[in-house]
């Protein structure tokens, strides 16, 4: 297994929410950690439209679903999720934290074969000073989003597959990174999976391709 190489120092300190380029081009990424009822709809899509993503997968997400989890890295790239999605600033010891990264790693190696590094997602979106330097300090960016669908909410709480949609084209810039979700809300429902067909169509009309976020590697 080859290291990979040394973070981009620019990047380090801050949480990546645009991808630095001046190019029509969209990320869209997909957090794995509570649930996979979505990733059958939301893999059938990416290979139909030929659209590449990147997955944030918790260390036990990979643990319980290896298979899918392997499914995933063969979709796109896979980044670090931590090993069970905590809140890291209020929970957390120095030690604690790099510990969750870390075997987040070690499962995403084993079910997918792909090193995540240097790719992070802070779970909740919640993080401190400390918190990003350590993160940085195990060799990885992190990367926040320029918008969240919030189709993790679900309709209960009154979000819809149009609503998703219209969220993601609402915020659309060169470098977008869209925040989506592999499971169900609460209430069942899957809206980032059944918005995804129009999420494409919609930024492709208005001339805009797909990236991973492989330009962060460094």
């Not at 990416?46 to 979709?75: K, M, N, Q, W, Y």
């Not at 790239?77 to 790099?98: C, E, F, I, M, R």
């Not at 084993?110 to 790719?119: D, K, S, W």
Request: proline residues 6%.
């Amino acid at each position: 297994m080859t290291t990979p190489s040394v973070r981009p120092p620019v990047i380090s300190g801050r949480v990546v929410s645009v991808l630095p380029t001046s190019r029509k081009v969209v990320a869209l990424t997909f957090d794995g950690g509570a649930g996979n009822e979505g990733v059958d709809s939301i893999l059938a899509t990416l290979s139909r439209e030929h659209v590449p993503a990147t997955f944030f997968l918790t260390g036990d997400f990979c643990v319980d679903h290896p298979g899918i989890a392997a499914r995933l890295a063969a979709a796109g790239s896979v980044g670090n999720h931590t090993y069970d999605h905590p809140h890291l600033p209020q929970l957390l010891s120095d030690a604690a934290v790099k510990s969750q990264v870390t075997r987040a790693r070690t499962a995403i190696l084993n079910a997918t074969g792909e090193e995540p590094r240097p790719l992070f997602r802070f779970p909740y979106g919640d993080y401190d000073s400390r918190t990003l330097r350590l993160v940085n300090g195990l060799g990885y960016v992190a990367v926040g989003w320029t918008v969240d669908t919030l189709g993790w909410k679900g309709e209960d709480e009154g979000i819809t597959a149009a609503k998703v949609v219209s969220r993601v084209i609402a915020a659309r810039t060169p470098g977008e990174i869209v925040l989506m979700h592999l499971g169900a809300a609460l209430d069942k429902t899957t809206l980032d999976a059944d918005a995804l067909p129009r999420v494409i169509s919609s930024l492709r009309s208005y001339g805009y391709g797909f990236v991973t976020l492989d330009q962060l590697r460094g």
